[in-house]
Each structure stands twice: as C-alpha cells, then as structure tokens.
C-alpha cells in the first residue's frame, strides 16, 4: 500500500539559508499535518491543511510557511535558517473518513550548520 | 484537545505483558483515545483507536473504563522490537485541527 512519502530524507543547510521540504499524501488523502521533532523530545504540531487550505497553526516560527497544492502535496518552506532548526520533521496524512487517525512519513532530517 | 498524562519510562524483559495507562481526566464525549508507536527517526506508527470498553487487534489490545478518564494499552508478550515511544491522543479534532504529542512514554525491552 502507498505510504506518505517525504523528500528528501536528509537535508544539509548553513545559517541564514532557506529550505523547502516536500511531503506527498497517501492518495486520497485530503488533509495533511507537519510535526517537528528535536533530538528527545516529542514531536511538536506545526501546521495542518485540509482541501489546500490552511486548517490549523501551532507553533511554527514566521520565518517557516507551508502550501498544500491542487494535487494534495504539501511543502514547507524554511527561511533564514537557525542552528535550533535542526530536527526531524514529519508530513502526516489523513482522510475525511479516517480523521482521527495519522499515517506518517518518514521523515525529513534537517540539519543546519 | 483533552491533556494526557503518561509514565515516561518503563522496562520490561522479553516474553511479558506490558500495560501502559493514560490518564485523561477532561475528556470530551466526542473524543476517541489512539496510540501511536515511534521508533528512534521514524514517523510516528499508528498501534490502536478506541472510544470505549476494549479493543483488541493483532498488536495490542486497549482497555477503557466506563468513565474514560484513563486507558491502558496493553502489548501481550513484548520483544526486544517492541523497545519504542508510546504516545496516547486523545481528541475527535475537526478535520485539520491538530493532534498533540504529549510526553510519550519510553518503553525498554530487555532480553
């Protein structure tokens, strides 16, 4: 069965550069979730989306934004980059008919220098 | 979003029951109790969902009393690959809204 598939899976930055992070529901899939997780720590709801609009917003920095785009794919874009944003960072999906229930991606792993 | 309260650690050897409660005083009448299950740079793995009194599947079964303020997610006969994060959510969030991590709890599996 098709997962949610998060590009890429590393990811190498210096200070004050951007990053975009790319997640791709499972299709059908209408509503999508970003998640970021420091090394230990539980991982933190950025921002979700249902039917490319933005549903809910947690604590995700001013410098960060996110789109869902016709095609139910989701990108988070990363500015001004900060040694603090180094992380994991999950897309989760979901559908109307399972909303309580989050299937997740891999992963991408952040690191900035 | 009803708050959680789970132990942060717990060990087990191989071969037992592992039971773990989740405390959820304010939850609501539409909220639904799930667990997730995440291993070290993994996205978090979908294990249980109930409303009420038990559910059991091929993983894990979980017990909910009448009043829901609490759940146990029991894992019969754990294994060394058992050794992960245990997280319970509590919430019927509309469509988008989010779902909080809380503190999870640590669960070691020793041979």
């Known amino acids: 069965a098709a997962g949610v598939i998060q590009s890429p899976r590393h990811l190498i930055k210096e200070k004050r550069e951007t990053a975009t992070l790319k997640c791709y529901p499972i299709p059908r899939h209408d509503t999508v979730y970003w998640y970021q997780q420091g090394p230990g720590q539980d991982p933190q709801f950025l921002i979700s989306f249902y039917e490319k609009m933005q549903s809910d917003k947690g604590s995700i920095p001013d410098r960060f934004s996110a789109q869902q785009f016709s095609d139910y794919h989701s990108e988070l874009n990363m500015s001004s980059l900060e040694l603090g944003d180094s992380a994991l960072y999950f897309c989760?999906?979901?559908?109307?008919?399972?909303?309580?229930?989050?299937?997740f991606g891999s992963g991408t792993q952040l690191s900035v220098l | 979003l009803a708050k959680t309260t789970q132990p942060i650690s717990m060990d087990s050897y191989e071969g037992q029951e592992v039971n773990i409660t989740c405390s959820h005083n304010?939850?609501?009448?539409?909220?639904?109790i799930t667990w997730y299950q995440q291993f070290p740079s993994q996205g978090p793995r979908f294990i249980i969902q109930g409303y009420k009194t038990k559910v059991t599947n091929e993983v894990a079964s979980l017990f909910i009393p009448a009043d829901r303020k609490s759940s146990t997610l029991s894992l019969p006969r754990v294994s060394l690959s058992d050794t992960a994060v245990y997280y319970c959510l509590v919430g019927d969030p509309p469509r988008g809204q989010n779902f909080v991590f809380g503190p999870g709890t640590r669960l070691s599996v020793l041979p």
């Open positions: 304010n939850i609501a009448t539409n909220d639904y």
């Open positions: 989760a999906s979901t559908s109307g008919q399972g909303a309580r229930k989050l299937f």
